[in-house]
């Protein structure tokens, strides 16, 4: 983009020159010279795309160039470039770099007072004027890099503060996220005190009570299931509880987006599976997201356990107002069939309910299954 500017600045002096060659009834009767000044300032000004500071010498050399072929001073375009030459070279360079634009500037305006007063003689009339050109295109073009130093340094205060707003919103989003972790790990923290160590001694008390009774008995069994029930919900609170105290992974949270990365981790697993998405399932309510996710997730969990490592279809469709989740699996192997005492289908459809959905489980003819769930998505 920096770049442009020279070469759109170069255009548009062309355009003046060839204008002010056109309209001047002297330059148009003997244009040779200021065809070469206009050549000098177009080249100087292409030039100072890439370096600055030779572009500004390239383009004062007009003004010698001027006086020279016999004219009495710089053309009108030489006089704007003056200006905008090292001011450029102050804006796109540091100081230490680009004073060498407005000395070149000088030393040209220099040389071509010179010539002019050389080709006038050396009247006091001649010398008066030549001084004072020579003041004013100095004080033009030192100027012009002045103004081209305060707007670099415009610019750098401006890219400081942008960075520095950067970097407060940064740490602002990091306390308030640090903020979240500490409540979340709070939270953990009281609810292991409340609810999993009276878990914890409630299942030892029925241990306790079930060594009391014969073995064998159906209340000895009933008190065994009861424990082993209770065991297992202490090892869920505490996974869950764990979940709390890690910082949350914003890209982790179950979404339909994330599908692909579901179907990757089972067909890692050994499970064929080919997955099927029609519409837009990105921009879902979260919740309703989550829990369609979490239904697939279960499906196929429950073809891995259930049925094997079986063909498995997964179809996602979104409709006007609805998402419907499909998962098929084709028949299992010979004595791989589950024992029905999970809470997978319990638990889908209780997902589904939450959003008046509908929601079917069911074997299929030759012995496969399908899981079906469709979620109504109110604007």
């Given amino acids: 983009m920096s770049k442009l500017i020279p070469l759109a600045a170069a255009a548009v002096l062309g355009l003046i020159g060839v204008a002010e060659i056109a ?3 002297a330059f148009s009767r003997a244009p040779a010279a200021p065809v070469a ?4 300032v177009v080249a100087g000004a292409v030039i100072a795309a890439w370096l600055p500071v030779a572009g500004t010498a390239v383009v004062a050399t007009g003004f010698p160039i001027a006086t020279v072929g016999g004219l009495t001073g710089p053309t009108g375009v030489v006089v704007l470039a003056f200006f905008l030459a090292p001011g450029w070279a102050g804006y796109r360079q540091p ?31 001649g010398l008066g004027a030549m001084a004072w050109e020579n003041l004013f295109f100095g004080l033009l073009a030192w100027g012009a890099w002045g103004v081209g130093i305060v707007a670099r340094r415009l610019r750098e205060r401006a890219d400081l503060l942008a960075r520095l707003a950067a970097a407060q919103d940064a740490e602002r989003t990091a ?6 972790v500490e409540e979340r790990q709070r939270i953990a923290r009281d609810m292991h005190d409340a609810v999993a160590h009276s878990l914890s001694v409630m299942v030892l008390q029925l241990g306790a009570v079930r060594s009391t009774l014969p073995s064998g008995t159906p209340q000895a069994d009933m008190l065994l299931g009861v424990e082993r029930l209770g065991r297992e919900s202490v090892r869920e609170l505490r996974a869950l509880l764990g979940m709390l105290r890690a910082e949350p992974d914003p890209t982790a ?10 179907v990757a981790e089972v067909r890692a697993a050994g499970l064929p599976v080919q997955m099927h998405i029609h519409g837009d399932v990105v921009s879902l309510p979260r919740a309703l997201d989550a829990s369609a996710y979490r239904v697939v997730q279960e499906a196929l ?13 997964v179809a996602v469709r979104r409709d006007a107002g609805r998402v419907t989740v499909v998962v098929e699996n084709e028949p299992g192997a010979p004595g791989r069939v589950g024992t029905g005492g999970g809470h997978g289908l319990v638990g889908m459809r209780e997902r589904v309910a939450m959003f008046d959905g509908e929601f079917a489980a069911s074997a299929r003819a030759d012995g496969g299954f399908l899981v079906r769930a469709g979620f109504p998505v109110t604007a």
């Fill in 23 to 25: 309209l001047d009834g």
């Fill in 37 to 40: 000044v206009l050549a000098a």
């Fill in 95 to 125: 100081p230490r770099r680009s004073w060498a634009a407005p000395l070149a500037a000088q030393v040209m305006a220099s040389l071509g007072t010179w010539i002019a007063g050389r080709a006038a003689g050396s009247t006091v009339a």
């Fill in 175 to 180: 306390r308030e996220r640090a903020v979240v």
């Fill in 253 to 262: 949270q179950p979404s339909l987006a994330r599908l692909a990365e579901l």
């Fill in 301 to 313: 969990t429950n073809v891995l356990r259930h049925a094997g490592t079986v063909p498995t279809t």
